[in-house]
């Protein structure tokens, strides 16, 4: 009970029990492994990519005379319609969601919002693409299945990483940030061929 003083005045100043030195050392071990496993699959496992994010220039988000008209993902939905309009190949089945296929300069875009990820891309196998992702509205969270590529997706800020498609197949976008009620069917979708 604390109420009484220690009976041990210097209470805190024992020498360190042999299995509780032990067990700091088993945690210390282990904070080191997690800790280089992190450069570690980057390099080995090629799944934890490195991304550039670019904040969009207040300038660029509209109406900047006037903040409280301010749409932060104006410019990029600009940039990604010019892009789907000079790109689209063919619309997906009966959706008319547009299929765009990448140019020669290797730039893709997608943009997520509430609540799809936007438009549908066709990539090829072996190429190198730079690809270009944000969001119109709120934090969203870009999970390719079904690889374990997962990259957060922030509203004002454009992120970029450099992907080589290594096979071909249809691969899922889903969102993985709670976003709302239509987060569950919050989808989107790459052809590789
Ligand atoms: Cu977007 Cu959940």
Excluded at 1 to 26: C, H, Q, Y
Excluded at 150 to 160: A, D
Excluded at 161 to 185: D, K
């Amino acid at each position: 009970m604390a109420i009484f003083p220690p009976s041990e005045k210097v209470w805190w100043n024992e020498p360190v029990e042999r299995t509780e030195a032990l067990w700091i050392g088993i945690c210390l071990v282990w904070a080191m492994i997690l800790f280089f496993m992190m450069p570690y699959w980057h390099i080995v496992g090629q799944q934890n990519l490195s991304n550039e994010a670019y904040k969009i220039p207040l300038a660029d988000q509209g109406a900047e005379s006037d903040p409280s008209q301010r749409f932060v993902g104006e410019a990029y939905e600009a940039k990604v319609e010019a892009y789907v309009a000079a790109n689209t190949i063919r619309e997906e089945g009966d959706t008319g969601i547009p299929v765009v296929k990448a140019t020669d300069s290797g730039d893709v875009y997608m943009l997520g919002r509430l609540w799809d990820w936007y438009p549908i891309l066709e990539l090829e196998k072996g190429k190198s693409y730079r690809f270009h992702l944000s969001s119109l509205d709120w934090l969203h969270g870009w999970s390719l299945q079904p690889t374990n590529i997962n990259i957060q997706v922030h509203p004002g800020y454009e992120m970029i990483f450099n992907v080589t498609p290594t096979e071909t197949g249809e691969f899922g976008v889903v969102c993985n940030e709670f976003c709302g009620i239509g987060h569950h069917n919050m989808l989107g979708k790459i052809y590789v061929k």
